[in-house]
């Protein structure tokens, strides 16, 4: 008999853990260019219900009475386009990959693969924007980008990865504000806590940390399983920085010339690495059944050919009452394995709800549930057995979340003293709050002897009364910090 | 008042007028970078419904008890690749666009940005595949690729383009063949014919029209306004080629090692240049129903403030109607604009069916219909208006495939004359059904002479007694030249 694949546990190898999983569920692969990544039928129809779910809060949200609707930029952007915004060339071309040969000539001007699209997008913005009825301008693309990764991890940072990138312009810096807030609040947050079941803080970056050429970027964060954070998407209120660069300008209501105030935000399948990393355990990958591309296996259990007759002709059935109530199942019908090998390939593979059947099962009226969150197993009335397994669906999402957001609870914690946020970071992780006076300087001292930094500064950051953590003046606020990915 | 935007008729320059179709009813858009092209969102909206029609269809299928499932493989192909396979190195490397630098050092080896992804899918197969079990793979992916072009025109031919690329392995040469053919009939052709509303030709390349390092390029073949043909979609049966050069092997059911017989099958953002170029007109563009992001749109014709909230208070009844056929509608409330600029506007812009409401259709108790694809004005009860929008909606996609097909069997002719070919593909166009040797010196010298090749083999060829076309030697068959994009 083939033997289950085996995954390292957590606490042996929190790294190769992760690794494992990604890649004996076969979610992606490591391509033959270093860096890069293939990702697996098993791991893209994850990706494809995520930017499904993104795509549909995109595609519903808005400002001004517009909504945002999709587009497509080209891959190449002129190197002279990124040299235009200051802060955005320091911060993209070190890590851009670089075309200089095209259709067997060497080319006049080198063409960077976008690293993200700003450059490209707004030179269009400029032909397309010239009078305030052309504003808001609500654009967003699914698109891959590249940027080159000196230590690469599958999914968390690959030189090439997917992402959707929205881009708009508006006539006010308000209503700019109020779009990447917005987007930050219905689109990201509301996914990644109701879909993908992880409880996000969210708040503004510090200026350290603000995306190349913005104003303010705007982000949540996640709690992975080591206590390190995971930063899960950012929007930037980008001023009118790009503008200048790129001349975008409309005549308002005045007739008068203006630069547009714009916004850029963007998630990535950064987030199904934050999805593996959240929630699962060393028996593989544990899924949130609305991102689960299989939510319920049956495995039919027998020893005869009389049983295996029986036994199929009823799981055959639940199959299809199953699928009715819209839930998406799959009946292991697979001849060369057992089904204790069967039960374990199906938990490595994060379905979330097992059932299996067995004659005694049958003669009993009922089948086993086997819950991949908790391990529990339960037994339903067989007839009742499709309805019950939804609503069994609808408690693992609820469940996994409560679990996570426990987690997050129980690795928060306040210190107003330097050595034990020192300790803290070091040994549990976790994010610790503490009081900061909102200074670069002590920001970037704890960083080097912590390697802690401030993940945010929270929207609703609690005030305080304590000196800085790491200096003797005084803070305004707490703010968590925490070793990141 | 804004003058509506001019479009260039098909008789004065067709060529301009199918440019100014996509540039004036913003579907495409020349990007920085000569060769590429911005997908504006209009455009982009009808290849969201295109390519999740495409989609469908591809999940659907499959053979061996197996169907497609969606995958994703990197940008980035190593030099080495490209070269295993010696006539897809020499098809290919010429149209490439070279990365040399990446994080800010010159590589080892030189990058290719994918032209088509065979070499690097294949290359991951080789690790993937190792028992008959494993077979067969079918694999499917929707990417941007790169093939540099000398004389692009938007969609038709453009550097970066957009394609769904399936690459398959098979047990036995027998099923990829199956497959092949299969995903020609059930994808492409229902696709092209049932949503796109093109009629097609169906048949193999000839030998020197094959996909370098095929065995057999099967395809389809439509027919544009200005009489000149239109690759359409491919799919290949590749052998064992690939499997030789990228070592794809398995292990067979007696247990000895074997090469894997392979596919690949590909449409792209072309198929939007073939969609307005097969149904539009000197008014703008002419969309299918089933293809169109606005099917209807309802203008509202007032004078009064009076007749205006009588005329919007039952226009807004009927969008509501009819969004709940689900029919995706649009009320133009635009006070910028008068009725007739509007009619123009949305003409231009290709909406199926626009829904005039005035106050005089209101007292009769009837709205007006305007057709786009005939330019008929017909009237409906007010009451009925939603359910009849639905009906006309699907009268429309059914004319306009009728109306391709005439004009595909009116432009379609045999001659058994070298002379008359030469004529009717100089001057009317379209297809001309002629006796060929099945020679490739034939073939070259009709091409060299008249710019007309050999469209296809079709799976049904007409048998004829009659000597070839172009030499004194018997032909078997009919094929079809014709002058191609």
Redesign the interface.
């Known amino acids: 008999m083939p033997k289950a694949k085996e995954i390292t546990s957590r606490s042996e190898n929190y790294s190769q853990w992760y690794n494992d999983i990604v890649l004996k569920a076969e979610l992606a ?1 490591h ?3 270093r860096g ?6 098993n791991g ?2 994850i ?2 219900k995520l930017s499904s779910e993104l795509d549909r809060r995109i595609k519903a949200t808005g400002v001004a009475g517009r909504k945002h ?10 190197e002279s ?1 990124l040299a235009r915004e200051a802060e955005h060339v320091e911060g993209f ?12 000539k060497e080319l006049e001007e080198k ?1 960077y ?1 976008r690293p993200t699209s700003e450059t ?1 997008m707004y ?2 913005y400029s ?2 924007i010239s009078s305030y ?1 052309d504003l808001p301008l609500l ?1 967003n693309q699914w ?2 980008v ?1 940027r ?3 230590r690469p991890r599958l999914f968390l940072r690959t ?2 990865f ?1 992402w959707q990138e929205g881009h708009t312009a508006h006539e006010t810096h308000e209503e700019a504000i109020e779009e990447a807030l917005m987007i930050l609040r219905d689109v990201y947050v509301d996914t990644v806590e109701s879909v993908m079941a992880i409880p996000v803080l969210r708040g503004k970056k510090t200026p350290s940390q603000r995306f190349p050429g913005a104003l303010d970027t705007y982000c949540i964060e996640a709690l992975m399983q080591d206590g390190k954070a995971l930063q899960m998407g950012t929007t930037h209120d980008l001023g009118q920085n790009f503008a200048r660069a790129f001349n975008v300008r409309y005549q308002d209501r005045k007739g008068k010339m203006q630069y547009v105030w714009q916004t850029s935000w963007g998630v990535s399948t950064r987030l199904i690495g934050a999805l593996i990393m959240a929630h699962s355990d060393d028996s593989g990958l544990v899924l949130p059944p609305k991102l689960a591309p299989i939510q319920v296996v049956i495995v039919p259990i027998y020893k005869s050919d009389e049983q295996k007759q029986k036994v199929l002709e009823v799981a055959t059935k639940l199959e299809k009452e199953i699928l009715e109530t819209g839930v998406s199942v799959e009946l292991d019908l697979r001849e ?1 394995f057992k089904p204790g090998y069967k039960f374990y390939d199906w938990e490595m593979r994060g379905v979330p709800l097992r059932i299996e059947i067995g004659p005694r099962d049958i003669e009993a009226g009922q089948v086993t549930f086997a819950h991949r969150d908790s391990g529990e197993k339960t037994q339903a009335p067989l007839a009742a057995a499709a309805q019950k397994a939804a609503e069994t669906l609808t408690d693992i999402q609820k469940g996994l979340f409560e679990k996570a957001k426990k987690f997050l609870d129980e690795h928060s914690c306040e210190t107003d003293d330097y050595e034990e946020l020192k300790k803290i970071t070091d040994e549990s992780g976790g994010f610790v709050w503490a009081p900061w006076c909102g200074n670069q300087e002590c920001e970037q001292r704890i960083q080097d002897e912590t390697k802690a930094t401030v993940r945010l500064v929270p929207f609703d950051a609690p005030q305080t009364n304590a000196k800085c953590i790491a200096c003797p003046e005084a803070a305004s606020m707490r703010v968590p910090f925490a070793k990141a990915y």
Chains 1, 2 share one sequence.
């Open positions: 692969d391509a033959p260019v890069c990544m293939v990702i697996r039928p893209f129809a990706w494809e609707r999709n587009a497509y930029f080209p891959l190449f952007i002129p386009y071309v070190p890590e851009c990959a670089v075309v200089t040969h095209g259709g067997g063409l693969i490209v030179e269009m032909k397309w009825r654009l698109a891959n590249v080159w990764e000196l030189t090439e997917l060369e």
